[in-house]
C-alpha cells in the first residue's frame, strides 16, 4: 500500500525539503504528533500584518507528512490564517473527490490518492494542523514563540 503512495512526485517533493529548519525567533511555533504512526512536525512563524512572514519546519515523519511540509515551506510566506483554514477544508475535500486545491497549493494533486486509506490522511494534514497552531500561538506571543 504505502509503495503505491510514495509516487515519484510526492518523494520529490518530501525531498526538495523546501522551509526544512528552524526559525532563530519565531513568532509562534507547534508540534504535532501523530500517534498512530509516530511521525511528528513542528512548525515556525513569524506573521507580520496578519500574514505569514516567514515558516520553517521541522517534520520527522513518512515522505507523506514530508511532501506536506515541504509544500508549506514553498507556498505559506504572505498567506493568513484563512488560507491555512481553506486550505486544509480542500485538502480534506480532496480526500473525498479527487480535486486538488488551486495555486499556490496544487502540489497537493501528488497525494490525491490517500483518500483511499483513511489512515494515512492524517500524515498529509499533519504538518497543516501545526501552522494552524502556530499562527494560533503567534497571535497570543511574543516574538521567540513566548507566550506574554
Known amino acids: 500500500m504505502s509503495d503505491l503512495l510514495y509516487t515519484k512526485d510526492v518523494l520529490r517533493l518530501a525531498a526538495t525539503a523546501r522551509g526544512a529548519g528552524r526559525l532563530p525567533e519565531p513568532h509562534g511555533s507547534h508540534s504535532e504528533h501523530n500517534p498512530a504512526c509516530g511521525d511528528r ?10 500574514r505569514i512572514a516567514a515558516m520553517a519546519h521541522d ?3 513518512c515522505m507523506l507528512a514530508q511532501a506536506s511540509a515541504s509544500i508549506l515551506g514553498a507556498a505559506l510566506p504572505g498567506r493568513t490564517y484563512n488560507d ?3 486550505l486544509k ?4 475535500a480532496m480526500f473525498e473527490s479527487g480535486k486538488p486545491p488551486a495555486e499556490p497549493f496544487a502540489s497537493y494533486a501528488a497525494m490525491s490518492d490517500v483518500g483511499r ?3 494515512r ?4 494534514v499533519l504538518p497543516i494542523d501545526a501552522a494552524l497552531k502556530a499562527f494560533e500561538a503567534s497571535q497570543a506571543a511574543k516574538p521567540g514563540g513566548q507566550r506574554s
Open 41 to 50: 512536525s513542528t512548525v515556525d512563524l513569524t506573521v507580520e500584518n496578519g
Open 59 to 61: 517534520t520527522r515523519a
Open 84 to 86: 491555512l483554514a481553506r
Open 89 to 92: 477544508a480542500e485538502i480534506n
Open 117 to 119: 486509506y483513511p489512515s
Open 121 to 124: 490522511r492524517r500524515c498529509v
